[in-house]
């Protein structure tokens, strides 16, 4: 991403970072809401469940 970067303004740089972390970050936002819907009523020693990757393979 950097080098994508090199040479741009600093505001397009903040653009550029912006435009590819938001994903990332809609992906854990949606896993968190999803940890937090079920984790009050499960058993503490069920909480390998809620890691983000079997999260993403329920998903799919």
Do not use: C, Y
């Not at 550029?16 to 949606?30: G, H, T, Y």
């Amino acid at each position: 991403m950097e080098k994508d970067g090199r040479g741009k303004t600093p505001d397009e740089r903040v653009a550029l970072r912006q435009s590819r972390s938001k994903p990332i970050f809609d992906d854990v936002e949606a896993w968190l809401i999803w940890v937090l819907a079920q984790i009050a009523d499960h058993k503490i020693t069920g909480l390998n469940e809620f890691l983000p990757w079997r999260h993403a393979a329920k998903a799919a």
